[in-house]
């Protein structure tokens, strides 16, 4: 072939091109994404239209799966937000705002670990080799061609809890300084998720969502021995070690996995051996730019992680600073909660929990 793209046959064996450095992404991705973008004299509306008709394959009994799911994550979560979490947190005598937030991290802990678990067996312990040959995603891809039924499994599991958690975000968890950039997220991934599977690129979706769920099992599992260090009125050095433990891994792996990782192998492969691959990809713009949008989301998230890490070497205590502060000890609020408080309501001047920006101490 004139060009074999991101590999090479060499004595019949695929030889992998090793992973690029930063500079070879933007100066490559560039290059590549301006190419096509010239090339395409025909894009435009009626050309996204007619693409979307004709490769775009999903059955109304998916969309209605994925709704049913999403309706069980709620329900799932709040018979054990009651019958369990809640409980629990009695039984750990937190103090009543870390009881009001426990459930939330314990509910995530539980569903990001089974979630990474599952990606990880894909990548791993079977034949789908997309994680040490990230442009293999797109190998004898087809439009329309059949998803194997593990990767259907992953998506509609996937699919299904981002669908609840837009919900849960604004009506059943704690308001944060970046609640609002979390449903930006959740909505982004959802459609990467979906337009993903109706246009056959589970496989490169696989691999994002094994770069991002991991650091989320971190999150929460740090969060909950943040709230156990300090219970019954004492004082458990192994819940403060096992939090510094799990903040220090948190940040490293949100570096490594969602800043070099997710870029140099996903973001290579979408931006350049997709259409070097598949010369004539649909909505190759489209997929790239949502892409694109998650890594800003993640450089964002990572300045918290910045500051959060300057706040623990300043003050030796691990908390999280997207939260507002409380002065009240009630707990916390969700956003359809803030949004029924009386707006003239006011405690003086630095006391206002809906408004300031303040970090929590």
């Not at 933007?26 to 007619?50: H, N, P, Q």
Request: charged fraction near 15%; glycine fraction near 6%; charge should be negative.
């Amino acid at each position: 072939a004139a060009n074999a793209g991101p590999f090479s046959i060499v004595a019949g064996a695929v030889e992998v091109e090793p992973m690029p450095g930063y500079v070879d992404l933007i100066t490559r991705a560039s290059t590549v994404m301006f190419g096509a973008l010239r090339d395409c004299s025909a894009c435009g509306l009626e050309l996204s239209k007619r693409t979307l008709l004709d490769n775009a394959y999903i059955t109304w009994t998916e969309i209605v799966l994925f709704f049913f799911c999403a309706f069980l994550w709620t329900q799932i979560r709040r018979g054990l937000t009651e019958c369990l979490f809640k409980p629990l947190a009695q039984w750990c005598r937190l103090l009543p705002k870390d009881a009001a937030k426990m459930p939330e991290s314990a509910w995530k802990l539980v569903f990001y670990t089974m979630s990474w678990s599952y990606s990880t067996y894909l990548l791993f312990f079977t034949s789908y080799n997309f994680f040490h040959n990230p442009p293999s995603v797109f190998y004898d891809w087809k439009s329309g061609m059949s998803v194997p039924t593990d990767i259907a499994i992953a998506y509609l599991i996937q699919g299904s809890f981002y669908g609840h958690s837009i919900y849960a975000t604004v009506y059943m968890d704690a308001w944060r300084k970046d609640s609002a950039v979390m449903v930006v997220h959740h909505v982004i991934t959802l459609a990467l998720i979906g337009f993903s599977y109706a246009f056959r690129y589970h496989n490169i979706g696989i691999l994002v969502l094994f770069l991002h769920d991991i650091n989320d099992i971190q999150l929460e599992f740090t969060k909950l021995n943040v709230y156990l260090k300090s219970r019954g009125g004492g004082y458990y050095l192994l819940n403060d070690v096992l939090s510094n433990m799990g903040s220090v891994s948190f940040s490293i792996t949100w570096f490594w996995f969602r800043l070099y990782w997710f870029p140099l192998k996903v973001l290579y492969a979408t931006c350049v051996s997709s259409i070097q691959t598949v010369p004539n990809i649909p909505f190759y713009f489209f997929f790239n730019a949502l892409l694109l949008a998650l890594l800003l989301m993640n450089i964002y998230w990572f300045l918290f992680i910045v500051v959060f890490v300057v706040k623990v070497l300043k003050m030796k205590e691990v908390n999280d600073v997207r939260e507002y502060e409380e002065e009240d000890g009630n707990g916390t609020k969700t956003a359809a909660g803030l949004l029924k408080e009386p707006q003239a309501e006011s405690h003086g001047d630095d006391d206002d929990a809906g408004h300031h920006n303040s970090a929590q101490g």
